[in-house]
């Protein structure tokens, strides 16, 4: 069982940088691929990024390519997405999600891969 609870969110100026951290509870934090995804206002959740178990795979959504960066801290149990150059289509509820892959150097980037939830965080870009 994996607990996850999101920080970070804030309203930002466009242009601006936000860091969300999702720090998690449980034992075996290192065996599971880890996911951001965001939910704006009236449409459905989509995939922002995706990291697997070790840190050394990494995949993003095109309209993020570029201007986020996924990483993880296995040691304290958190994963981080920094976010530059903001736009306001980039306003929504950010959760971070993880998923158990044995080991695997597996990503995904799907809502229905991902076990485990966090509450959200709200990111507002002001234009």
């Known amino acids: 069982q994996v607990q996850l609870v999101e920080s970070g969110g804030g309203l930002v100026q466009a242009g601006g940088s936000l860091r969300l951290s999702c720090v998690a509870s449980g034992r075996t934090f290192s065996n599971y691929a880890m996911g951001w995804f965001r939910q704006a206002p009236g449409k459905e959740r989509e995939f922002v990024a995706t990291?697997?178990?070790?840190?050394?795979?990494?995949y993003y959504a095109d309209s993020v390519k570029g201007r986020f960066t996924i990483s993880r801290d296995n040691a304290k149990k958190m994963v981080y997405l920094q976010m530059n150059s903001l736009k306001p289509e980039d306003t929504a509820v950010y959760y971070c999600?993880?998923?158990?892959?044995?080991?695997?150097?597996?990503?995904?980037?799907?809502?229905?891969?991902?076990?485990?939830w966090g509450q959200g965080t709200q990111v507002t870009v002001s234009s």
């Open positions: 990291i697997s178990w070790s840190g050394g795979t990494t």
């Open positions: 999600s993880a998923r158990n892959t044995w080991g695997s150097e597996s990503v995904y980037n799907k809502r229905a891969d991902y076990n485990y």
